[in-house]
């Protein structure tokens, strides 16, 4: 099984900072390498998929990067509205399973 | 639009079983995978099961193989998960989700819990 490693575990950060979270892969997942939102209470929201691709009604601040072992998620500018905690999943593995990393908390500095 | 809704959670004993359902609407529900993902209170998300287009592909995550069952009723646009032999630690949020890798769209999760 492919282990999914986040960091950091939590982030504090004021509004319009830029912010980066990393995700690393036990082995190369290649692209498939998915970021999703979660705020408290929701169901996850797909923000990327395939390292990079913006998922529709994802806003340009949100860019993916990386591929192999090693993803970036950017927040260009962090809005209200952003602090959530965030995912990565890989989906190389044939068959299943999809790993998810243990996820990052952007939280209010 | 495309909409997701999880039914069938509650409070279950140990050993005990219980079936999840998952009613799709706003899409060609024939035309997605479908996967069941689970979340622990707290804690993050764990893939638990995915079923292909048509049904003939399923997969389990190891902690739920011989336990769990995935099915889905494209007529009825309908995702099923017959869970068995539960345990404690498969307490959780279950959510449906379209997709084979990338989970598009979310339902908004069903709460199991296994407690005596």
């Known amino acids: 099984e492919i282990v999914m490693t986040q960091s950091p575990a939590t982030l504090s950060v004021s509004p319009g900072e830029r912010v980066t979270l990393s995700c690393r892969a036990s082995?190369?997942?290649?692209?498939?390498l998915v970021w999703y939102q979660q705020k408290p209470g929701q169901a996850p929201r797909l923000l990327i998929y395939?390292?990079?691709t913006r998922a529709t009604g994802v806003p340009a601040r949100f860019s993916g990067s990386g591929s192999g072992t090693e993803f970036i998620l950017t927040i260009s500018s962090l809005q209200s509205e952003d602090f959530a905690v965030y995912y990565c999943?890989?989906?190389?593995?044939?068959?299943?399973?999809?790993?998810f990393g243990q996820g990052t908390k952007v939280d209010f500095k | 639009q495309v909409h997701l809704e999880e039914s069938g959670g509650g409070l279950v004993k140990p050993g005990g079983s219980l079936r999840l359902s998952c009613a799709a609407s706003?899409?060609?529900?024939?035309?997605?995978?479908m996967s069941w993902i689970r979340q622990a209170p707290g804690k993050g998300l764990e893939w638990v099961a995915y079923?292909?287009?048509?049904?003939?592909?399923?997969h389990y995550a190891d902690s739920v193989t011989g336990r769990f069952t995935i099915s889905r009723d494209n007529a009825k646009n309908s995702l099923d998960l017959q869970m068995d032999t539960l345990r404690v630690d498969d307490t959780a949020i279950y959510y449906c989700?379209?997709?084979?890798?990338?989970?598009?769209?979310w339902g908004q999760g069903t709460l199991v819990i296994v407690s005596s």
């Open positions: 706003g899409f060609t529900f024939s035309d997605h995978f």
């Open positions: 999943q890989q989906y190389n593995s044939w068959p299943p399973p999809w790993t």
């Open positions: 395939d390292a990079s």
């Open positions: 082995q190369s997942v290649k692209r498939s």
């Open positions: 989700a379209t997709g084979e890798g990338t989970l598009t769209h």
């Open positions: 079923i292909s287009r048509s049904g003939d592909s399923r």
